[in-house]
């Protein structure tokens, strides 16, 4: 027998959703609109997907211990696993939260550099320094303590 999803979500049954594989089981939660990972195990889905139906009315009286408690470890191993599902997201949470304040700090930055920018621009430039040698000496001013230079007698100074 086929599954259908549109069928199951008329007519649920408990014998129907345990037979269900795991594909099957994320496209009724996307019918749903239940958010489930493609990573998640096949038990913690089917637990959360029945913890859903028995909220809508879909299936009532549904025993979630039993759907929870897997043959390979017991319930406490099943409800380790969510615990550390939510950590994870958790993490995940953290980890997008502080990217976005870092996003937020450099949107304040470029702002800011744009605002000196526009002040910079605003503003009318100074008249720059008159051009001056290093050392303060100026060569127009000493020019005439040079003596003359006499090409016939170099030794002479006049």
């Not at 039993?66 to 470890?73: C, F, L, N």
């Not at 304040?101 to 000196?116: A, D, P, S, V």
């Amino acid at each position: 027998m086929e599954f259908s999803v549109e069928e199951f979500v008329a007519h649920p049954s408990l014998e129907q959703f345990h037979s269900c594989t795991k594909e099957q089981l994320i496209s009724l939660a996307t019918v749903l609109e239940i958010p489930l990972s493609k990573q998640m195990k096949k038990q913690i889905m089917k637990a959360e997907l029945l913890s859903v139906l028995t909220k809508k009315g879909l299936l009532n009286d549904v025993p979630l211990k039993g759907v929870v408690a897997g043959s390979d470890g017991g319930e406490a191993v099943r409800l380790k696993e969510l615990e550390i599902e939510i950590h994870r997201l958790d993490l995940k949470e953290k980890e997008l939260f502080g990217e976005l304040e870092i996003r937020k700090m450099e949107e304040e930055t470029k702002r800011q550099i744009r605002l000196k920018e526009l002040e910079l621009q605003q503003t009318p430039p100074s008249q720059p320094p008159p051009p001056s040698s290093p050392s303060g000496f100026d060569v127009n001013k000493c020019i005439r303590f040079v003596p003359s230079f006499n090409d016939k007698d170099v030794r002479a100074c006049s």
